[in-house]
């Protein structure tokens, strides 16, 4: 992480807890080189997957397609 007073890219820790219902972490840091303290808060990216086909197309990942590509790959089996 890098100081917004210094910018150098060591800090420590000095106190972590959750924030916004849990939906974020709230980190109170210090810089190790001018000792100012900043304080960061860390969300989770959600990201869809996505599928790459044989053509290069991307395409939203649908777990129906998935499902009914095991079950007709398994038809004539003994599964």
Excluded: W
């Amino acid at each position: 992480m890098k100081c917004p007073f210094c910018g150098h890219e060591e800090d420590r820790v000095v106190d972590s807890r959750s924030a916004q219902d849990g939906r974020a972490v709230r980190r109170r840091r210090e810089c190790l080189k001018c000792k100012d303290r900043f304080t960061t808060y860390e969300y989770i990216e959600n990201v869809t997957l996505t599928v790459t086909k044989s053509d290069h197309r991307r395409e939203p990942f649908d777990r129906r397609k998935l499902i009914n590509g095991i079950k007709l790959a398994c038809n004539k089996r003994p599964v």
